[in-house]
C-alpha cells in the first residue's frame, strides 16, 4: 500500500451486535475521521477471523490502507491488524471511538423502524446501500456556510435523481 496521505485516512472501527431470528448476528463498521461510513459487514461471529474478514473486505473494496485504526479494546482488531497491517497504528481508546459509536444511531433506528432485519443476507445488502446514502445526504451542517451547504444539498439531490432514473431505466 502506498505512503501518501488519502482523505479518510484515519478509520474508526466498531461492532455492535443485531438481533437476526432470535440469533445474535455483529455489524462490524468503519467510518472515517469525517464520519463518512466506509464498510459495513454482517458477520456471526466477532472473533479474529471475523476481524480479518472485515479488514480483507475493507482493504479489496478501498484499495488503500489508513495511516491510523482507532478501536475499542476488543483484541480481534489487534490480531488482525498485526497480521493483515502490520505498518498501520493503532490506538485503543473507547473516547477516541466516539466517532464510530455514533455512526450506529441510523442502524439503529432503520432497524427499528424496520421491526428487526429478517436474515443476515437482508441486513447485509440495506445497511451496504444505506451507508453511501447517509454519506450523500449527511452533510455536516454545523462546519459549512448556509450557501455552501444549499449547494451541496442541491448536488446530493440531482446525484440522487441522476441515480433513480437510472435504477428505472434498467
Known sequence: ??????????????????????????????????????????QPYRNQPAAERFFRKLLKGLHYAPRLIVTDRLGSYGAARRKLLPSVGHCQDRRLNNRAEVSHQPTRQREYQMRRFKSPGQAQRFLSVQGPINNLFRL?????????????????FATWSEVTRLQEAA
Request: zero cysteines; hydrophobic letters at 40%; glycine letters at 6%.
Open 1 to 42: 500500500m502506498e505512503s501518501q496521505i488519502w482523505p479518510g485516512d484515519i478509520w474508526h472501527l466498531d461492532e455492535i451486535f443485531v438481533s437476526i431470528q432470535g440469533k445474535r448476528h455483529y455489524l462490524w463498521r468503519v467510518v472515517d475521521q469525517d464520519g463518512e461510513v466506509l464498510d459495513i459487514l454482517v
Open 140 to 156: 455536516g451542517r454545523h462546519l459549512l456556510s448556509a450557501r455552501h451547504y444549499r449547494t451541496l444539498r442541491t448536488q446530493a
